[in-house]
């Protein structure tokens, strides 16, 4: 049947079991806005207010349920705007397929109207791109691209199309999608080896990421936990992999993590990387981190093997595979003084860290305590970041979506948006800072048009939280453009919006809000007044070792 580019476009999209898109039209995407007119009973878009909006939201739908998300731009600014998304995806290898226009073929080159070189330019932050020189290939690149994007370690892919390829006529062949690449083959005795080792720890602790998340095996991961009886430790990705109500679970580990997770982290004899980068906010001082500890990594990246951290033993493939097969291998074993260490860390950080009044910790308690366990939780970057990583309970894999490895401030409310979206217009929930709202606020329109009943918390401390909290314990408190104290009504601006705006400066106002907020089909910003001087405590110095954190 023959069809021209842009109909090829949205026919294999439809294939490939799209149902939402998120973008913004331009000149060179004319021709395929208008086959997504024609074909708007079957394929759903959602225009934002801006391209980098799109992009996070494209981003929170993929991240909060596994598929591939889509976005499409124009050519020029529209997609250099997808930048700064498309960067954040691939940092946390999340898979995406980044649509773009151009212009004419015969105008590349030329410094045509609205011309950028957007493969070039994305080189470095997609997995592969492509550029369509042919209406011919049209189809098989599409193919190509959400089987690269979604195999082995996902991440972003990028299409460039310019627009005569987009008007040109060829044979639609309704193509299938691809099996994904197989991962690599994992054998016995490999697994016999890191067997050994795990049976011979009398401090096991399993370090989990981003990549257990991805791989499904949080069922897998208690499992197999319980059986050698470690402790459970994530990077900050890593939340939701394991629920935080499993005994064994210490949460958060690294520069801001939890005080019993570092220390039992720092302690162990085995540390088990599971998806993991090692990265330096999770190690600080590689030295310390490594002495007179074995390290285990499993992934499905030979790239990340061995870059950060030396390994004692490691396991290249697909952790859905391996974890279960690793479980009939290791000896069923019990570490009761392990244990009765992790207890006396608890019991040390709820003492020091959990005080009473309107604070993150109790305000992010509050919320959670009126949420539902499977409500996905979203954050923008920064001190209120930090604090739902500490503090939230996430029982659920993918109910927490954050920028981990390019800590993208303003990504909070367009991949909330997406999640929203994703769960066919459910109840998400973003944790914010007013430093990070004011980046992309303007994404709450989008929420309002669309009726996604969002709820976002925004922690207001009239300050750049963290960067202030830096600021003052390695720069002599010379506090260099970090108080803001922007005079913005946020109970106004929702309600320009079509939101819904709440103040909230004790709990009793917090609670009252927040019943009103989950029950509401509408946007709801809640406003919540906090004390600039609030810090993200344990904190561990940058580059240096867990004997050196910082608790008050």
Same mark, same amino acid.
Request: with cysteine; hydrophobic share 40%.
């Given at each position: 049947?023959?069809?021209?580019?842009?109909?090829?476009?949205?026919?294999?999209?439809?294939?490939?079991?799209?149902?939402?898109?998120?973008?913004?039209?331009?000149? &060179?995407?004319?021709?395929?806005?208008?086959?997504?007119?024609?074909?708007?009973?079957?394929?759903?878009?959602?225009?934002?207010?801006?391209?980098?909006?799109?992009?996070?939201?494209?981003?929170?739908?993929?991240?909060?349920?596994?598929?591939?998300?889509?976005?499409?731009?124009?050519?020029?600014?529209?997609?250099?705007?997808?930048?700064?998304?498309?960067?954040? &995806?691939?940092?946390?290898?999340?898979?995406?397929?980044?649509?773009?226009?151009?212009?004419?073929?015969?105008?590349?080159?030329?410094?045509?109207?609205?011309?950028?070189?957007?493969?070039?330019?994305? #080189?470095?932050?997609?997995?592969?791109?492509? $550029?369509?020189?042919?209406?011919?290939?049209?189809?098989?690149?599409?193919?190509?691209?959400? %089987?690269?994007?979604?195999?082995?370690?996902?991440?972003?892919?990028?299409?460039?199309?310019?627009?005569?390829?987009?008007?040109?006529?060829?044979?639609?062949?309704?193509?299938?999608?691809?099996?994904?690449?197989?991962?690599?083959?994992?054998?016995?005795?490999?697994?016999?080896?890191?067997?050994?080792?795990?049976?011979?720890?009398?401090?096991?602790?399993?370090?989990?990421?981003?990549?257990?998340?991805?791989?499904?095996?949080?069922?897998?991961?208690?499992?197999?936990?319980?059986?050698?009886?470690?402790?459970?430790?994530?990077?900050?990705?890593?939340?939701?992999?394991?629920?935080?109500?499993?005994?064994?679970?210490?949460? #958060?580990?690294?520069?801001?993590?939890?005080?019993?997770?570092?220390?039992?982290?720092?302690?162990?004899?085995?540390?088990?990387?599971?998806?993991?980068? $090692?990265?330096?906010?999770?190690?600080?001082?590689?030295?310390?981190?490594?002495?007179?500890?074995?390290?285990?990594?499993?992934?499905?990246?030979?790239?990340?093997?061995? =870059?950060?951290?030396?390994?004692?033993?490691?396991?290249?493939?697909?952790? =859905?595979?391996?974890?279960?097969?690793?479980?009939?291998?290791?000896?069923?074993?019990?570490?009761?003084?392990?244990?009765?260490?992790?207890?006396?860390?608890?019991?040390?950080?709820?003492?020091? $860290?959990? %005080?009473?009044?309107?604070?993150?910790?109790?305000?992010?308690?509050?919320?959670?305590?009126?949420?539902?366990?499977?409500?996905?939780?979203?954050?923008?970057?920064?001190?209120?970041?930090?604090?739902?990583?500490?503090?939230?309970?996430?029982?659920?894999?993918?109910?927490?979506?954050?920028?981990?490895?390019?800590?993208?401030?303003?990504?909070?409310?367009?991949?909330?948006?997406?999640?929203?979206?994703?769960?066919?217009?459910?109840?998400?929930?973003?944790?914010?800072?007013?430093?990070?709202?004011?980046?992309?606020?303007?994404?709450?329109?989008? &929420?309002?048009?669309?009726?996604?009943?969002?709820?976002?918390?925004?922690?207001?401390?009239?300050?750049?939280? #963290?960067?202030? %909290?830096?600021?003052?314990?390695?720069?002599?408190?010379?506090?260099?453009?970090?108080?803001?104290?922007?005079?913005?009504?946020?109970?106004?601006?929702?309600?320009? $919006?079509?939101?819904?705006?709440?103040?909230?400066?004790?709990?009793?106002?917090?609670?009252?809000?927040?019943?009103?907020?989950? =029950?509401?089909?509408?946007?709801?910003?809640?406003?919540?007044?906090?004390?600039?001087?609030?810090?993200?405590?344990?904190?561990?110095?940058?580059?240096?070792?867990?004997?050196? #954190?910082?608790?008050?």
């Amino acid at each position: 049947m023959q069809k021209n580019g842009a109909e090829i476009v949205v026919e294999t999209l439809i294939n490939h079991g799209v149902t939402d898109v998120f973008g913004y039209p331009g000149g &060179a995407v004319l021709d395929l806005y208008d086959a997504l007119y024609k074909n708007s009973s079957r394929i759903n878009h959602y225009i934002t207010c801006h391209e980098q909006g799109a992009a996070h939201a494209a981003d929170g739908y993929a991240r909060s349920t596994g598929k591939v998300g889509v976005v499409i731009a124009t050519s020029g600014p529209g997609a250099t705007n997808l930048v700064t998304g498309v960067a954040t &995806a691939y940092l946390d290898s999340v898979p995406m397929v980044a649509i773009t226009g151009n212009v004419p073929l015969p105008l590349i080159g030329k410094d045509s109207f609205q011309e950028v070189d957007i493969t070039g330019i994305t #080189m470095p932050i997609t997995k592969h791109n492509f $550029f369509v020189k042919n209406v011919n290939e049209l189809e098989e690149i599409i193919c190509d691209a959400f %089987q690269i994007a979604a195999s082995g370690r996902p991440g972003p892919v990028l299409i460039d199309i310019p627009k005569n390829i987009q008007s040109e006529m060829y044979e639609f062949k309704g193509k299938n999608p691809r099996p994904l690449f197989p991962p690599n083959i994992v054998y016995d005795d490999k697994l016999a080896e890191v067997a050994e080792i795990i049976n011979s720890a009398r401090r096991p602790y399993i370090y989990c990421g981003g990549g257990a998340v991805i791989s499904n095996v949080s069922q897998e991961l208690a499992m197999f936990a319980e059986k050698i009886d470690a402790v459970i430790g994530c990077s900050m990705m890593g939340l939701s992999a394991v629920s935080s109500s499993n005994p064994l679970a210490l949460g #958060m580990t690294g520069m801001h993590g939890t005080y019993a997770s570092s220390k039992m982290k720092s302690e162990a004899d085995v540390i088990i990387g599971i998806g993991v980068r $090692f990265s330096d906010r999770a190690t600080g001082d590689k030295v310390a981190y490594q002495k007179d500890t074995k390290i285990i990594h499993i992934d499905i990246d030979d790239a990340e093997i061995d =870059k950060n951290i030396p390994t004692t033993c490691s396991v290249l493939g697909d952790i =859905k595979a391996i974890i279960p097969r690793l479980t009939k291998l290791v000896n069923a074993n019990k570490h009761d003084d392990w244990h009765k260490l992790a207890l006396k860390y608890k019991e040390f950080a709820n003492e020091k $860290f959990n %005080q009473g009044g309107f604070n993150p910790r109790n305000i992010i308690k509050t919320v959670c305590k009126a949420a539902t366990p499977d409500t996905v939780v979203a954050t923008d970057v920064g001190q209120h970041q930090m604090w739902t990583a500490q503090y939230y309970d996430f029982e659920h894999p993918r109910t927490f979506l954050t920028s981990g490895g390019l800590g993208t401030m303003g990504f909070g409310v367009g991949a909330t948006n997406g999640a929203s979206v994703a769960m066919k217009n459910g109840k998400t929930v973003l944790f914010t800072g007013d430093g990070s709202f004011h980046m992309n606020l303007n994404e709450v329109a989008t &929420a309002v048009r669309y009726k996604l009943p969002i709820v976002i918390i925004l922690m207001n401390n009239s300050v750049l939280g #963290m960067v202030r %909290q830096w600021q003052e314990l390695f720069y002599d408190k010379r506090y260099s453009q970090t108080i803001m104290d922007r005079p913005t009504n946020y109970v106004k601006l929702a309600d320009a $919006f079509g939101a819904v705006g709440y103040d909230a400066s004790t709990q009793a106002e917090l609670e009252t809000a927040l019943q009103v907020a989950f =029950k509401s089909e509408k946007p709801v910003i809640i406003n919540c007044i906090i004390d600039s001087e609030e810090k993200v405590l344990p904190m561990i110095p940058p580059g240096k070792a867990v004997s050196d #954190m910082i608790i008050d």
